[in-house]
């Protein structure tokens, strides 16, 4: 068999693969022809204006929907409300959700495990989305979590030195403190240093990566014979921490399940570490997976740090933030007023009504924007206007958390350590 045959005998998926081989310029050709969208861990774009077709996607992937019946056993399990992220499709999908409910139910442990590579950029409002689900997870459940940050991955994918990268976790670790996690049930550290402290954390990355051949991570992955060697071992890396004997002075040798909030578009890793998990003896880890926060120019791509006209970064001043949703927010509306009076403006596509169901919390005022928006009621100025009041208040209350987050506040964070949960002992 040749490599692409290989490919696709593996369930090569073309949205797994990225661009740099010959397997995948082939494979994203055909992708293009039949305009399907793009959604890999380095690429997602849809041809559509209203974005990813997230159903076909839930297909593909062989991830399930969270629908009704889910979101009311969750209700009723956790006595509240679930997050408007979830009740508005935000995290839309999921895997072995309901493993994890039965584990509330039984009033059995498990554990949280999220993500972040840091890269060079700053962060903007799309980088916020899985770390607030992740928290209301964390104090719904009232469980501990491990924050991994993949300096070791941005080392290897980027223009970045070790010691650079590594400073740039810190960096990024600082944001993810300032949202407000409780330092006795959270873990945050960086490959890169957490690697050479605690040695279980290697031991699972070679367990993982004696279970997982080239050609599969070139069907899960794309990786070519040109890509460096890092690069393939990685994903062993971040399939580690959903293992929990990765975390001995967490979890002893206790096998605790967890549940990762994450982008869809990081479902690949996962998809190879649930394969492997039962062969070392341990629980598939669940998953929920958001959609994509749009780039103000429209949801054919999501937020990016290297667009600048794209993102709204946490570091932007409020009139930034109002610059910016007025000149780039791709809007819903009509050419004219007359028209949009006339005809309504489309939600789905409008940006800035896209940020408000992201950020608005108020399920009754947002219905009733949708509505009078789709009926013309609503300019497209007055729609961008409530979401600059709605978004830049939470900019600015980040960078005040943010500035109070010391060194010694971080390093309490990444301290090695046992964390304080119920069921931990
Ligand atoms: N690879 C992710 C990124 O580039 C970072 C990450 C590591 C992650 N572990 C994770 C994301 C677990 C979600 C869940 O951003």
Redesign the pocket.
């Known amino acids: 068999m040749n490599d692409t045959e290989n490919a696709v005998a593996e369930g090569v998926d073309a949205l797994t693969l990225n661009k740099d081989n010959d397997v995948t310029v082939a494979t994203e050709a055909t992708v293009n022809e039949e305009q399907e969208d793009i959604v890999n ?1 380095w690429h997602v774009t849809s041809m559509n204006e209203a974005g990813i077709d997230y159903d076909k996607l839930i297909k593909r992937f062989g991830s399930s929907k969270i629908d009704e019946e889910l979101i009311t056993r969750f209700e009723k399990l956790t006595g509240k409300p679930a997050h408007h992220f979830i009740r508005r499709g935000i995290f839309f999908s999921h895997r072995d959700l309901h493993t994890i409910l039965n584990l509330k139910e039984q009033q059995k442990p498990f554990y949280l ?5 840091p890269s060079s950029e700053s962060l903007h409002l799309g980088h916020l989305i ?1 770390f607030i689900m992740t928290k209301w997870l964390q104090e719904t459940f009232n469980v501990p979590l491990v924050i ?1 940050l ?1 300096d070791d ?1 941005k080392t290897l994918w980027k223009d970045l030195k070790v010691d650079e990268a590594i400073q740039l976790a810190r960096e990024n670790a600082k944001d993810i403190v300032a949202m407000g996690f409780n330092v006795e049930k959270t873990f945050i550290f960086n490959n890169l240093t957490f690697m050479g402290q605690c040695p279980s954390m290697y031991q699972n990355i070679i367990r993982i990566q004696k279970c997982v051949t080239f050609n599969q991570v070139k069907g899960i992955f794309g990786f070519g014979d040109s890509d460096v060697i890092g690069k393939i071992g990685f994903p062993a890396a ?1 399939a580690a ?1 959903a293992i929990s004997s990765t975390f001995p002075f967490l979890f002893g040798n206790k096998k605790v399940q967890c549940l ?4 869809i578009d ?1 479902d690949p ?1 996962f998809r190879m570490t649930r394969d492997v998990s039962p062969r070392l003896g341990y629980p598939k880890c669940a998953l929920i997976h958001s959609s994509f926060f749009p780039a103000l120019q429209g949801a054919k791509s999501k937020m990016s740090a290297s667009e600048q006209n794209s993102a709204i970064f946490l570091t932007d001043t409020s009139k930034q933030i109002k610059n910016k949703i007025n000149k780039y927010a791709f809007s819903g509306g009509r050419d004219t007023i007359e028209e949009h009076r006339a005809l309504g403006g489309v939600p789905e596509i409008d940006v800035a009504y896209q940020l408000l169901k992201f950020f608005l919390e108020d399920d009754t005022k947002l219905e009733e924007v949708r509505i009078a928006y789709s009926k013309g009621e609503m300019l497209t100025g007055d729609l961008k206007k409530l979401a600059i009041e709605t978004v830049a208040p939470i900019v600015e209350q980040h960078q005040a958390a943010r500035k109070l987050v010391t060194d010694d506040i971080l390093d309490e964070f990444m301290k090695i350590r046992p964390l304080n949960f119920s069921g931990s002992n």
Not at 260 to 263: E, I, R, S
């Open positions: 861990p495990y999220t993500g972040r590579g899985p991994q993949t991955e971040q921490p990762v909030p994450c982008a990081q890793y």
